[in-house]
Nanobody, 123 residues
Framework: QVQLVESGGGVVQAGGSLRLSCAAS????????LGWFRHPPGTEREFVAA????????FYADSVKGRFTISRDTAKNSLYLQMNSLKAEDTSVYYC????????????????WGQGTQVVVSS
C-alpha cells in the first residue's frame, strides 16, 4: 500500500504560480511512477505530469509543457508540481497518483491516489 497526501492548492490570479506537494508513505517507491492528474468539472480525469521515481525521467501533457515542472525528493518521499503562468483553464482538483506503470498517461494504470487539492485560477 502507498498512502498519498496532497497539499498546496489555493486561489491564484492568472499568470501566477503555485507549488503542489504530495507526501508518500507506506512502501518504497523505487519501482513506481508518480504522477499528477487533474479533474476539471464536467470532463474526464486528465494527465498532467509524471516522473519515474528511480531515475527521475519526466513526462508532461502538451497543455502544461513549459509552464509546469514535476520533481521529487527521494529523501523526503515527496512529489512536487511547480505551476507557473497559470491560466483559468488550469482550474481543477489536482491528484497525486502512484503506480507501477509503463505508459504514464492513463489514470486506470495507477493503483494509489491521494484525496486531491483544489486549484482555482481567477482571470
Amino acid at each position: 500500500q502507498v498512502q498519498l497526501v496532497e497539499s498546496g492548492g489555493g486561489v491564484v490570479q492568472a499568470g501566477g504560480s503555485l507549488r503542489l506537494s504530495c507526501a508518500a508513505s507506506g512502501r518504497t517507491l523505487e519501482s513506481y511512477t508518480l504522477g499528477w492528474f487533474r479533474h476539471p468539472p464536467g470532463t474526464e480525469r486528465e494527465f498532467v505530469a509524471a516522473i519515474r521515481w528511480s531515475g527521475g525521467n519526466t513526462f508532461y501533457a502538451d497543455s502544461v509543457k513549459g509552464r509546469f515542472t514535476i520533481s521529487r525528493d527521494t529523501a523526503k518521499n515527496s512529489l512536487y508540481l511547480q505551476m507557473n503562468s497559470l491560466k483559468a483553464e488550469d482550474t481543477s482538483v489536482y491528484y497525486c497518483a502512484a503506480g507501477t506503470v509503463g505508459p504514464v498517461g492513463a489514470p486506470r494504470l495507477y493503483a494509489y491516489w491521494g484525496q486531491g487539492t483544489q486549484v482555482v485560477v481567477s482571470s
